[in-house]
C-alpha cells in the first residue's frame, strides 16, 4: 500500500523531486510512529523501482598514490572502512548540475571521486570468490570532505567523523545494474574542476578490489541488502570553493556533475 503511493509520487513528481534524496512523505502514516522518518533511495536506470539505502560504507586510501599523499604507506596497511549516515546520499540525475551545498565549518572542502557499488545480498564472512555475487548495481559517487576538519581530528586521535560524514556529503548518480554493465574492475574513472582535469586515475588500480572490500566487511559487519560501498578514490583530491562545478566521470557510466553553492 504504502509502496504504491510511493510509486505514485515519484511518477507524478519525476526523479527531479529525489534532489533532497528522501521522498516526500505523503503517504498514510504508520500510526505507530509519532512521526515520520524518510528512507534515503537511489533510482535504478532501467526501472521504475528505486534503491533503498540502508548503510553507506566507504574505504579509506584505497588507491597506492592516493595513500602516500595522504601520508600514509600503501604497502603494509590493510583495508579500513568508515561510514557516512544513509541521508548524506544527494541524488544527482544525468544532464544535470545539481547545486552542492558549500558544508559548514570548513575552509578546505574536497572532492574524492569513487566507484559506488550496491549490494542486494548480505551476508557475513563472505569469501572473496563469491563476492560479486553480492552486487546488485554500481553507480558514481563523491565522497565529499571537511579536510581540515578530518586532519585536524586524526592529528588529535579522534574520530574522522564530523570530516566525512554530514549532511549531503554523498553526491550520488543512478544505480547501473550489474546484468546492464557487468563489473566495473577496470576503466577510467576521472574529475574535473571548471573542465579542468584533476583526477584521472584507472579502476584497476584499486589496491583492494571491490571483491575484497566486500569480503573484509563483512569479515567487522554483518552486510545487509541495501548496503553501498564507495571504493575509494584515486590521488590528486584538492580543494573546491562557491562556483566552482565538478564534473566526474567513470567509464561506462554516465557523467555526474554539481556545482558548489
Ligand atoms: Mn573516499
Known amino acids: 500500500m504504502q509502496r504504491r503511493s510511493l510509486f505514485e509520487t515519484t511518477a507524478t513528481l519525476g526523479l527531479g523531486a529525489l534532489a533532497g534524496c528522501a521522498l516526500p512523505g505523503n503517504a498514510a502514516r504508520d500510526a505507530k510512529t509519532p512521526f515520520d522518518v524518510p528512507v534515503t533511495y537511489v533510482p535504478i536506470v532501467g526501472s521504475d523501482m528505486m534503491f533503498p539505502v540502508r548503510r553507506i560504507y566507504c574505504i579509506g586510501r584505497n588507491y597506492r598514490a592516493h595513500a602516500i599523499e595522504m601520508g600514509s604507506n600503501p604497502d603494509r596497511e590493510p583495508p579500513f572502512f568508515f561510514q557516512k549516515p544513509t541521508d548524506a546520499i544527494q541524488n544527482v ?36 570468490g563469491s563476492a560479486l555475487g553480492h552486487v546488485y548495481a554500481y553507480a558514481l559517487g563523491l565522497d565529499m570532505t571537511r579536510r581540515d576538519l578530518q586532519r585536524a581530528m586524526g592529528d588529535e586521535k579522534k574520530p574522522w567523523e564530523i570530516g566525512k560524514s554530514f549532511d549531503k556529503s554523498a553526491p550520488i548518480g543512478p544505480l547501473h545494474l550489474v546484468g546492464q554493465t557487468g ?3 577496470q576503466g ?69 556533475s554539481v556545482k558548489i553553492v
Open 93 to 128: 540525475a544525468p544532464g544535470t548540475v545539481a547545486d552542492h551545498p558549500y558544508p559548514t565549518l570548513t575552509k578546505n572542502y574536497h572532492y574524492e571521486v569513487e566507484l559506488v557499488a550496491a549490494l542486494n545480498k548480505g551476508g557475513r564472512n563472505i569469501p572473496m
Open 183 to 185: 563489473h566495473f574492475t
Open 188 to 256: 577510467g574513472i576521472w574529475l574535473k574542476v571548471n573542465g579542468q582535469t584533476k583526477q584521472n586515475a584507472n579502476l584497476n588500480q584499486m589496491i583492494w578490489s571491490v571483491a575484497e572490500q566486500i569480503s573484509k566487511l563483512s569479515e567487522a559487519f554483518e552486510l545487509m541488502p541495501g548496503d553501498i560501498i564507495y571504493s575509494g578514490t584515486p590521488e590528486n583530491v584538492g580543494p573546491v570553493v562557491r562556483g566552482d562545478v565538478i564534473e566526474c566521470h567513470i567509464d561506462g557510466l554516465p557523467n555526474l
